[in-house]
């Protein structure tokens, strides 16, 4: 059973940044894939960014450039640079098994993912 945990709530003005931080444990740490959610008032829940292992990242076009997934063991990282009003709403972290080839074999739905947190408010203002 993986447990996962986000950090405290975050409100930035628009073009600030602010680091995300999830901390989670299970057995066989390294073989996760990870990801960032968000989900915007009125708009559907999307993925920003996911990692697999430790190195291979990806994002979403809106976060790209802008967005750095990271993890250090247990804790995984969003680092959001340049922050605009339209990047608000809940992040949830999320993770589950690799697989076999040690990919995330292109997971970016939510439902895709064992075990998630139970989310973190983010606000951006104008």
């Known amino acids: 059973q993986v447990q996962v945990r986000e950090s405290k709530e975050g409100t930035v003005q628009t073009g600030g940044s602010l680091r995300l931080t999830c901390e989670f444990s299970g057995p066989n740490e390294k073989n996760y894939c990870m990801a960032w959610f968000r989900q915007g008032p009125g708009k559907s829940r999307e993925a920003v960014a996911r990692i697999a292992g430790y190195r291979t990242t990806w994002y979403a076009d809106s976060a790209a450039g802008r967005f750095t997934i990271s993890r250090n063991m247990n804790l995984l990282y969003l680092q959001m640079n340049n922050l605009k009003p339209e990047d608000s709403g809940l992040y949830v972290c999320?993770?589950?098994?690799?697989?076999?080839?040690?990919?995330?074999?292109?997971?970016?739905?939510?439902?895709?993912?064992?075990?998630r947190g139970q989310g973190t408010q983010v606000t951006v203002s104008a």
């Open positions: 999320a993770a589950d098994e690799l697989d076999p080839r040690n990919a995330c074999s292109g997971r970016v739905s939510f439902s895709e993912y064992k075990n």
